[in-house]
């Protein structure tokens, strides 16, 4: 599966910051909010930057319910 998306247009989750204070519902709203684009994102390393391309099933767990279960 090819994807043609920008990476310079892509957001680095460490930068991410959602209150832990804030019921779940908001925080995954904060996180979709702030990440943009839950599939493609930017994860810094160590020493370097790389890009996450996330695939998933048509018959597996949505990538709500796994953020959901993460922030619970």
Same mark, same amino acid.
């Given at each position: 599966? +090819?994807?043609? &998306? ?12 959602? =209150? ?5 519902? =908001? +925080?995954?709203?904060?996180?979709? +909010? ?11 390393? =160590?020493? =370097? ?11 597996? &767990? ?5 953020? +959901?279960?993460?922030?619970?």
């Amino acid at each position: 599966m +090819r994807n043609n &998306t920008d990476t310079a247009d892509l957001v680095e989750i460490t930068a991410i910051n959602v =209150e832990k204070n804030l019921p779940q519902s =908001e +925080r995954c709203a904060e996180f979709k +909010r702030q990440i943009k684009d839950m599939h493609n994102y930017k994860c810094k390393a =160590e020493h =370097e930057t790389f890009t996450v391309r996330a695939v998933y099933a048509n018959n597996g &767990t949505s990538i709500e319910a796994c953020l +959901r279960g993460m922030m619970a």
